[in-house]
């Protein structure tokens, strides 16, 4: 009877369109009239941003209606490049097409398609060759720009219980800074293994608590750790940018290459290891450490935290702008993962964002593909389903262990209570107010892309 009714319903909606327009005009509505129609049609609300749907209009707007409210309102939004989301009973939300999200059952039937591809190491090595030489060239980073002859800029060593602190600011293009903080042992004996950590969309960036809580307590347990500035995030680099360039798609680009001039620098230093790599981050900085992991052989371990996915590439033109998730047929994170292999992995989430499904759906299919090398035994998850997205001390804790144990550091030494927080602008290169930042500093995201096309091209 219901189903009657709607149809009853539907088709006067139809006629009405009809006695005013045909096919000729293509049955055309401005959006916004359309969905006045759907709220009324289906009593349910929908909240939108203005401008949003200003200027756009619909064609065969009447013909797009279904029985399934989800369904009409996919029909409807689809051609404009607008997506909803369900945030109550009969209440919806329209945002911005979400090119980075699928549904959780596509993550799964992608990696159930990419299963088929490769059955042994010999298929894998092809695909994985094919992915890298993809991702780089996509980067633009397959020939790389030369590397400014400048010398890295140090700042005055802080000396605290088991380990010292350093900023050190490196030249990546002419012009173009990266800033971090070194954490070193306090007594450094032979070789020790080098973990570069790349910072997420947090709040106070890599001068949060739980970063310097991270780093230190690497640095105590024996390795050289080193954290840096988001791109155009926060921290020293808005110096140079504003934090709306932050979401430009070149962005990706610079952080990957920010990343693999910093393994240049620590590991020319004397005391590094460059057979212990690694690279851990949450967020933005788990897509940072997939992403580097896949196209950076020297990188011998990785610890993504709070970002593996099937369905969830990275809300950020910094984490999927370049366009790396459409190479060689289409990708996603958890292949990207897979490149790391056999190299240890430690998968880390949690039970509040888009890595809830991980032991179910994604781990499966990193197991499969470590298991081409006979590697299943190295590749682990710290799934933690009462938490949400961050790089917590549970989190914490799992990639200490997980590190001292493939690399056999002293797993006592990781006790947070010997850490110091610093102040943040005690963590800052260039002075309080960027009084030091070199003469030759580039200004602007106009800026940054020139030197970069120049670096290109010069290359």
């Known amino acids: 009877m219901k189903k009657l009714i709607f149809l009853i319903c539907l088709s006067a909606l139809l006629h009405t369109v009809a006695i005013s327009q045909t096919s000729d005009d293509a049955f055309r509505e401005p959006l916004k009239d359309v969905l006045t129609q759907i709220q009324k049609q289906y009593g349910i609300a929908i909240r939108y941003d203005e401008a949003l749907v200003k200027d756009k209009w619909i064609n065969y707007a009447g013909w797009k209606f279904k029985l399934d409210v989800e369904k009409t309102l996919t029909n409807v939004l689809a051609s404009v490049d607008i997506t909803f989301a369900k945030e109550g009973h009969k209440k919806y939300k329209l945002q911005n097409y979400q090119y980075h999200l699928k549904t959780v059952e596509e993550g799964k039937q992608q990696l159930a398609y990419l299963s088929t591809l490769y059955n042994n190491k010999q298929s894998w090595e ?5 992915l890298q030489s993809c991702i780089l060239t996509s980067l633009r980073l397959n020939n790389l720009p030369a590397r400014p002859a400048s010398k890295p800029i140090i700042t005055a060593v802080r000396k605290f219980d088991g380990y010292t602190v350093e900023n050190i600011a490196i030249e990546t293009l002419p012009g173009l800074y990266v800033s971090g903080s070194l954490y070193r042992p306090a007594k450094v004996k032979g070789k020790v293994p080098v973990i570069i950590n790349p910072d997420g969309h947090f709040s106070k960036g890599r001068y949060r608590d739980d970063c310097q809580y991270r780093c230190a307590t690497l640095a105590r347990m024996g390795a050289l750790a080193f954290s840096y500035d988001l791109f155009g995030w926060d921290g020293e680099s808005q110096l140079q940018v504003k934090s709306t360039d932050h979401r430009r798609a070149l962005v990706q680009t610079i952080q990957a290459l920010n990343a693999t001039r910093l393994l240049d620098y620590l590991l020319s230093l004397k005391e590094a290891d460059a057979t212990r790599v690694a690279i851990t981050g949450a967020s933005g900085g788990g897509s940072q450490t997939m992403l580097m992991a896949a196209i ?3 990188i011998t371990l990785s610890v993504p935290v709070a970002m593996t996915s099937s369905y969830h590439s990275g809300g950020c033109p910094c984490e999927s702008g370049m366009g790396i998730h459409m190479c060689s047929g289409g990708t996603n994170n958890v292949e990207i993962a897979a490149m790391a292999a056999p190299h240890p992995q430690l998968i880390v989430s949690d039970g509040k964002d888009w890595t809830q499904n991980v032991p179910q759906n994604e781990l499966p299919f990193l197991q499969r593909t470590y298991g081409f090398y006979g590697k299943t035994n190295v590749i682990k998850n710290a ?3 009462t938490e949400g997205h961050d790089y917590g001390i549970n989190k914490r804790k799992a990639m ?3 590190i001292a144990q493939q690399w056999k550091l002293n797993p006592n030494a990781a006790d947070e209570s010997k850490v110091t927080i610093e102040k943040e602008t005690a963590l800052y290169v260039f002075g309080d107010k960027g009084e030091r930042l070199p003469a030759n500093a580039v200004k ?13 091209v010069a290359k």
């Open 126 to 130: 092809k695909r994985k060759a094919e």
């Open 296 to 298: 950076d052989n020297r």
């Open 383 to 385: 799934h933690l389903a």
């Open 400 to 402: 200490y262990d997980f």
């Open 444 to 456: 602007g995201f106009d800026e940054v892309t020139k030197v970069f096309e120049q670096a290109v």
